[in-house]
C-alpha cells in the first residue's frame, strides 16, 4: 500500500496491490519508496506492446522516415481553449530549438543534428502555419 494515504479514511477502490512480501525487504534497501516502485513495474507491464501492434508501429515509422534525433509537440487547441492559454507555434519550437542546440553541444564531431519535428494537434491548419514559420 502507499504509505502517504491517510488511514483514517477508507481504502480507495483504486488502490494497488501491497509489494509482495518476498521482496518487499530487498527492496527497501534499493529503493525509497517500494510501493511506488512495484506499482510502475506492475503498470510497465499491463502497458507493454504487443507483438502485432509493434510491427504496426515499425511499419508507419518506416513510412514517414521516423528517424532519431527528433522531437514530438502536441499542440492542442480545439478542446483547451477553455482551460488554458494558447500559445503560438513559435513559442513550442523555442523549446524545440534548445533542445537540439543543447543536443548540438554533446556531439563529439561537432556536427549539429538534423532537425526533425513531429508535430501533433487537434487543428490541422496549424501544419500548415508551421511549416511557413
Aim: glycine letters at 2%.
Amino acid at each position: 500500500m502507499f504509505p502517504d494515504w491517510d488511514r483514517s479514511e477508507p481504502k480507495p477502490a483504486h488502490q494497488p496491490m501491497a509489494v509482495p512480501v518476498d521482496i518487499a525487504s530487498r527492496l527497501q534497501r534499493f529503493h525509497e519508496m517500494p510501493s511506488a516502485w512495484w506499482v510502475g513495474q506492475f503498470i510497465s507491464y499491463m502497458m507493454r506492446i504487443r507483438p502485432e501492434m509493434q510491427q504496426i508501429i515499425n511499419q508507419v515509422q518506416m513510412q514517414l522516415n521516423f528517424s532519431h534525433p527528433i522531437v514530438g509537440v502536441h499542440v492542442r487547441r480545439t478542446d483547451k481553449t477553455s482551460e488554458a492559454k494558447l500559445f503560438p507555434i513559435e513559442e513550442y519550437m523555442i523549446h524545440v530549438e534548445n533542445y537540439y542546440h543543447s543536443l548540438d553541444l554533446k556531439s563529439p564531431l561537432g556536427v549539429p543534428a538534423h532537425r526533425r519535428v513531429f508535430l501533433a494537434s487537434d487543428q490541422s491548419s496549424l501544419i500548415t502555419e508551421a511549416k511557413k514559420k
